[in-house]
């Protein structure tokens, strides 16, 4: 987005929320600050309910701390009430912002002026009551928006192809992500866009109390074959992570699929259930959904499988994850 259009988006948010006409110019202190205000921020000075403020445009997400002490090297040139603008922002960074005392505004979203006694912090939208982990098909558009250039805004029709879902599931994914601030949603017309953001190992972390598991049950089965997966099968669990760190693999490989998937290869190819591993020559996870969506190729994706492990008690496999994470392109 150009600097000209975020100036307009501001105008246009406060005067449609405030009914208040904002003006701005170029504030002629600016080329008096550090090189490191000048890198993080640009100045526009502006009138606003009778009030002259300075309006600083974050280039990035500085965190809170980080503004704080912006806002005390600024005091040395300027006694003007200053104002962040940000374009996207978290709840807990907004939660922060408004801790400090530090007045800001996201366009489109919320302000904080408390120099013109003005708060709305009730325009956050709450997570819907109950609702602490994401559905099975948000968890699926979350973790492939991870994995395929998410710096890059992403359509709900694309997403809707790509993954074989209605738009009606995906229009509802969007809206748990957007609920619990882990992309930040757009509209065109009728059609939603949306991006998960710069920091995307910043945002896995935060979203890991969200995320389950996608393994729903475990069954020890015998195959006819078990050199050959059965159709829509993808390896899993211990047998994708020792391809992918340096664990020992299973005796058996691991095997994951959908319980669509699962009730075919009983019905169909030749499979069996059995109660002894001694057995079994495949332990098949049955997904929440299909492991397919996420992983075109021979084993489950990174991330899904390691929502799958996570809870491991064993220190060789917890170990062996964190070296697969710390190796993810993030």
Same mark, same amino acid.
């Given at each position: 987005?150009?600097?000209?259009?975020?100036?307009?988006?501001?105008?246009?948010?406060?005067?449609?929320?405030?009914?208040?006409?904002?003006?701005?110019?170029?504030?002629?202190?600016?080329?008096?600050?550090?090189?490191?205000?000048?890198?993080?921020?640009?100045?526009?000075?502006?009138?606003?309910?009778?009030?002259?403020?300075?309006?600083?445009?974050?280039?990035?997400?500085?965190?809170?701390?980080?503004?704080?002490?912006?806002?005390?090297?600024?005091?040395?040139?300027?006694?003007?009430?200053?104002?962040?603008?940000?374009?996207?922002?978290?709840?807990?960074?907004?939660?922060?912002?408004?801790?400090?005392?530090?007045?800001?505004?996201?366009?489109?979203?919320?302000?904080?002026?408390?120099?013109?006694?003005?708060?709305?912090? !009730?325009?956050?939208?709450?997570? @819907?009551?109950?609702?602490? #982990? $994401? %559905?099975? *098909? +948000?968890?699926? =558009?979350?973790?492939?928006?991870?994995?395929?250039?998410? !710096?890059?805004?992403?359509?709900? @029709?694309?997403?809707?192809? #790509? $993954? %074989?879902? *209605? +738009?009606?599931? =995906?229009?509802?994914?969007?809206?748990?992500?957007?609920?619990?601030?882990?992309?930040?949603? @757009?509209?065109?017309?009728?059609?939603?866009?949306?991006?998960?953001?710069?920091?995307?190992?910043?945002?896995?972390?935060?979203?890991?109390?969200?995320?389950?598991?996608?393994?729903?049950?475990?069954?020890?089965?015998?195959?006819?074959?078990?050199?050959?997966?059965?159709?829509?099968?993808?390896?899993?669990?211990?047998?994708?992570?020792?391809?992918?760190?340096?664990?020992?693999?299973?005796?058996?490989?691991?095997?994951?699929?959908?319980?669509?998937?699962?009730?075919?290869?009983?019905?169909?190819?030749?499979?069996?259930?059995?109660?002894?591993?001694?057995?079994?020559?495949?332990?098949?996870?049955?997904?929440?959904?299909?492991?397919?969506?996420?992983?075109?190729?021979?084993?489950?994706?990174?991330?899904?499988?390691?929502?799958?492990?996570?809870?491991?008690?064993?220190?060789?496999?917890?170990?062996?994850?964190?070296?697969?994470?710390?190796?993810?392109?993030?």
């Amino acid at each position: 987005m150009t600097q000209s259009a975020e100036y307009e988006n501001l105008k246009r948010y406060l005067s449609e929320t405030l009914h208040e006409h904002l003006t701005l110019h170029d504030w002629t202190g600016e080329q008096a600050l550090p090189m490191l205000l000048r890198h993080e921020y640009t100045f526009q000075e502006g009138d606003l309910a009778h009030t002259r403020l300075l309006f600083l445009f974050a280039k990035e997400e500085p965190t809170p701390a980080t503004v704080a002490k912006h806002r005390q090297m600024l005091r040395e040139y300027t006694q003007r009430p200053l104002v962040v603008v940000a374009d996207r922002a978290t709840s807990a960074w907004r939660s922060r912002m408004i801790e400090r005392g530090i007045p800001f505004v996201v366009p489109g979203n919320q302000l904080y002026l408390p120099t013109l006694g003005i708060d709305l912090r !009730e325009w956050f939208r709450p997570p @819907s009551k109950g609702l602490h #982990r $994401l %559905s099975p *098909s +948000a968890q699926v =558009v979350f973790l492939w928006a991870l994995q395929h250039d998410a !710096e890059l805004m992403s359509n709900a @029709s694309d997403i809707s192809r #790509r $993954l %074989s879902y *209605s +738009a009606m599931t =995906v229009s509802r994914a969007l809206d748990q992500l957007e609920e619990f601030d882990l992309v930040h949603v @757009s509209r065109s017309g009728r059609e939603r866009f949306f991006q998960i953001g710069d920091d995307r190992r910043r945002v896995w972390d935060q979203a890991q109390p969200m995320l389950s598991s996608p393994v729903k049950e475990q069954v020890w089965i015998g195959l006819e074959r078990a050199d050959v997966p059965p159709r829509q099968a993808v390896l899993a669990g211990l047998t994708a992570l020792s391809a992918m760190s340096m664990i020992v693999q299973p005796h058996v490989p691991v095997l994951a699929m959908n319980r669509s998937i699962f009730r075919e290869l009983l019905q169909e190819q030749g499979a069996r259930k059995t109660d002894a591993e001694e057995d079994a020559n495949a332990l098949v996870q049955i997904w929440s959904y299909s492991p397919r969506l996420l992983s075109p190729g021979e084993y489950v994706d990174p991330l899904s499988l390691y929502l799958s492990l996570r809870d491991d008690q064993d220190e060789r496999v917890q170990s062996a994850l964190e070296k697969m994470m710390e190796g993810f392109a993030w």
